[in-house]
C-alpha cells in the first residue's frame, strides 16, 4: 500500500525539513501543494547522521507509488542528495536554502568553507547517553541567525519546537549526489547566515541548476515567508519533467 493517494498525472512531492526545524516548517509550501492536488509528505527527518537519514528516506520512498520529486532545506539537501539517488521514480530535485553535496563533503564543511556563517556561535550542545552531542540554536540567538525574515512571534515559536542534530552528522562524509543524473533547481536567500550565499551560488552552478532564484533580504528560511515563490518553482521543476 502507497503511502500516498495517487494522483493522476501529478508526482508526489516529499518535502525534507533540515536541522534546527521540523515538519512544519513546511506548511506554508504544503497548502499550496495541496491546493494544487498534489500527494504531499513533509518528511519527520532523523537528523542523525548523513547514511543513516539518507536510508531512511530512501525506505520511505520505495512506498511511494508514481514520480517523486525531492524538496530538501538546509541539510535536508544533503539527505536529498543521498536518499534520492538509484530510484526512477525521482524525477526532480529542488534545493531550498539546502546543501548539495559532492561525494567526500560534509554538511559542516560547506557552511564553513567560504566566509559568512555565523551558525557556530549559536550552537548549544546537549550531551547524549553514547557520548555524542545534539546540537541546538539558542532561542535567544535563533530569529537574527535562523528566520530573520520571519516575523519575531513566528521565529519564536519556531525556536521552541526546533529538533536537533547529532553533532556527527555535520562531520560526516555524503555518497555520491543524485543530482548528478537528476535534474535539480535552487532558491535560497541572500542572507542566509548558515549557508554562505557564495556557497549557495557554488552549489546550484555546479548541479547544473535548471533554474536558481536567489532572494534579496532572504534567510536561512527564507521559505516560510516566501512559500508561494517555492511552491511555484515545485511546479516549474515537475511541468520540465513531466
Do not use: C
Not at 33 to 47: E, M, R, T
Not at 137 to 157: L, N, R, T
Not at 226 to 231: C, L, M, T, Y
Request: no cysteine; aromatic share 6%.
Amino acid at each position: 500500500m502507497s503511502i500516498t493517494e495517487p494522483s493522476a498525472g501529478k508526482p508526489t512531492i516529499v518535502l525534507v525539513h533540515g536541522a534546527f526545524a521540523e515538519s512544519s516548517s513546511w506548511n506554508g509550501v504544503i497548502t499550496g501543494l495541496v491546493s494544487d492536488g498534489f500527494p504531499v509528505i513533509a518528511v519527520a527527518n532523523p537528523l542523525r547522521g548523513v547514511s543513516s537519514d539518507s536510508e531512511y528516506l530512501r525506505a520511505l520512498l520505495k512506498d511511494i507509488s508514481g514520480d517523486i520529486v525531492l524538496v530538501g532545506h538546509s541539510y535536508g539537501g544533503t539527505v536529498i542528495s543521498g536518499g534520492g539517488t538509484d530510484n526512477p521514480a525521482v524525477k526532480a530535485l529542488v534545493y531550498v536554502g539546502a546543501f548539495a553535496p559532492v561525494a567526500g563533503e560534509t554538511p559542516g564543511d560547506l557552511a564553513a568553507r567560504l566566509p559568512g556563517s555565523t551558525l557556530g556561535e549559536t550552537l548549544a550542545s546537549v550531551p547524549l547517553p553514547d557520548g555524542g552531542n545534539d546540537l541546538y540554536i539558542e532561542q535567544s540567538k535563533y530569529h537574527a541567525q535562523f528566520a530573520a525574515d520571519s516575523s519575531a512571534e513566528v521565529a519564536g515559536v519556531m525556536a521552541v519546537t526546533q529538533r536537533p542534530i547529532r553533532d556527527a552528522a555535520f562531520g560526516e562524509q555524503s555518497g555520491e549526489p543524485a543530482w548528478k543524473t537528476v535534474p535539480s533547481w535552487f532558491l535560497f536567500g541572500a542572507e542566509d547566515k548558515n549557508i554562505p550565499v557564495a556557497m549557495h551560488r557554488l552549489m546550484a552552478e555546479r548541479a547544473g541548476s535548471k533554474k536558481t532564484v536567489e532572494l534579496a533580504g532572504g534567510s536561512h528560511t527564507v521559505g516560510i515567508p516566501e512559500a508561494a515563490q517555492v511552491v511555484d518553482l515545485i511546479r516549474e521543476a515537475v511541468a520540465s519533467v513531466s
